[in-house]
Structure formats: structure tokens, C-alpha cells
């Protein structure tokens, strides 16, 4: 598995993490071939893998995607790479593992809960946590 560990260095790899996805819709096919993101890599490994392998990293993967949500608020095209990225895998695929957190984030979050709106559905998240989240997120049951 990639490893992320440098939280010193978040914001540089957020930086590389919205440039990867800038190179990918480029034009050119040099940079589309050159693009790499290896918080991106990591973060695909962990909230793509098996939901019991995503908790010793709980912490981190937490830490991360809270942190893109914060960065891409105020950029929609940096939002939408968040929201039917990282976030929308967080949600969909450890929803179990972090429904909690999840809502008390979009509780007390108010660019979190703007991005948890921008999701297109809550169907998979568990049960208890969706009725929450329609809550918090002003929609019908």
C-alpha cells in the first residue's frame, strides 16, 4: 500500500493532488502521461480496499479528506474532484467505519455538510447514519 505519513507536508500534497487531476483534463498528452498524485494513489488504496482494512489508517483517512474538503470549498471544480472522489468513497464504502464522524462533521462543518450535499445519494450509507445525514442535509426520507 502507498504510504501518506507526512502530514507536515499536507498542503504541498494537496497542491499535487488538484494539480494531477488538472494534467489528466489537459490537452496535451505529455502531461496527461506525466500526471501523478501519490496522495491520490494512497488515498485510492485505502478507501478502495475492503472496508476491515481501512481502520488502522482510520485516523489519517480521516484527517485527509476532512482537510480536501476544507481546501476545495471555495473552488467548485476542486469540490467536485472531492466530492465523487475521496468523499463519495469515504461515505459510500466505509460508511459503517466512519458514520460517526461523518455526522458530526456535517453537523458542525458547514463546508463538509456543502459538500456532503453535493453528493448525489445517501442510499448506501447505513441506516442509522443516512436518516441523520437527511436530516442535516434538509432532505426527504
Given at each position: 500500500?502507498p504510504?501518506?505519513?507526512?502530514?507536515n507536508?499536507?498542503?504541498?500534497?494537496m497542491?499535487?493532488?488538484?494539480?494531477?487531476?488538472r494534467m489528466?483534463?489537459s490537452?496535451?498528452?505529455a502531461?496527461?502521461i506525466a500526471a501523478?498524485?501519490e496522495l491520490n494513489?494512497?488515498l485510492?488504496?485505502?478507501?478502495?480496499?475492503p472496508?476491515?482494512?481501512?481502520r488502522?489508517?482510520?485516523?489519517?483517512?480521516w484527517r485527509v479528506?476532512?482537510?480536501?474538503v476544507?481546501?476545495?470549498?471555495e473552488?467548485p471544480e476542486e469540490?467536485a474532484?472531492?466530492?465523487a472522489?475521496?468523499l463519495e468513497d469515504?461515505v459510500?464504502?466505509?460508511?459503517?467505519?466512519?458514520?460517526e464522524?461523518i455526522?458530526?462533521?456535517?453537523?458542525?462543518?458547514?463546508?463538509?455538510?456543502m459538500a456532503?450535499?453535493?453528493m448525489?445519494?445517501?442510499?448506501t450509507?447505513?441506516?442509522?447514519?443516512r436518516?441523520?445525514?437527511?436530516?442535516?442535509l434538509?432532505?426527504?426520507g
Amino acid at each position: 500500500m502507498p504510504e501518506f505519513t507526512d502530514f507536515n507536508n499536507l498542503d504541498e500534497a494537496m497542491d499535487d493532488y488538484f494539480s494531477y487531476f488538472r494534467m489528466l483534463a489537459s490537452s496535451s498528452r505529455a502531461e496527461r502521461i506525466a500526471a501523478h498524485s501519490e496522495l491520490n494513489d494512497w488515498l485510492q488504496e485505502c478507501l478502495l480496499s475492503p472496508p476491515w482494512k481501512v481502520r488502522p489508517d482510520a485516523d489519517a483517512i480521516w484527517r485527509v479528506v476532512v482537510a480536501l474538503v476544507a481546501r476545495a470549498a471555495e473552488n467548485p471544480e476542486e469540490l467536485a474532484i472531492v466530492i465523487a472522489g475521496p468523499l463519495e468513497d469515504l461515505v459510500y464504502q466505509h460508511g459503517v467505519v466512519f458514520g460517526e464522524r461523518i455526522v458530526e462533521q456535517t453537523r458542525t462543518d458547514r463546508r463538509f455538510r456543502m459538500a456532503m450535499s453535493g453528493m448525489v445519494s445517501l442510499d448506501t450509507v447505513p441506516d442509522v447514519y443516512r436518516s441523520q445525514l437527511r436530516v442535516l442535509l434538509d432532505r426527504p426520507g
